[in-house]
């Protein structure tokens, strides 16, 4: 069983910047694919960015690209997320998800992801 433990969540000014940290359990976190997602009030949990196990390829959804930096650092068990020019409609609860396997077929699809983390809250006041 995979914990994933996220943090950084907070309070931001549009135009502002969080980071996000999400340690995961378990001795074989650098053969999985680790992804973000968030869900605001009254919509569906979406998709946010992924990143391989190695880190050398990265998905970004369209609404943050440019804007959002995922980033791992395997010895450490932790991934990253690097939020800059934040605006109020990225506000929402964050999750941190990780896969049971260690090939899934659509990075995007929380449908692929078993382990998640409680979610961290950000809020970005215009």
């Known amino acids: 069983q995979v914990q994933l433990i996220e943090s950084g969540g907070g309070l931001v000014q549009a135009g502002g910047s969080l980071r996000l940290s999400c340690t995961a359990s378990g001795s074989t976190f650098s053969s999985y694919v680790m992804g973000w997602f968030r869900q605001a009030p009254g919509k569906e949990r979406e998709f946010v960015v992924a990143?391989?196990?190695?880190?050398?390829?990265?998905f970004y959804a369209d609404s943050v690209k440019g804007r959002f930096t995922i980033s791992r650092d395997n010895a450490k068990n932790t991934v990253y997320l690097q939020m800059n020019s934040l605006k109020p409609e990225d506000t929402a609860i964050y999750y941190c998800a990780a896969p049971k396997y260690e090939y899934i077929p659509r990075l995007d699809h929380a449908g692929h992801y078993n382990y998640w983390g409680q979610g961290t809250q950000v809020t970005v006041s215009s």
């Open positions: 990143i391989t196990g190695s880190g050398g390829s990265k």
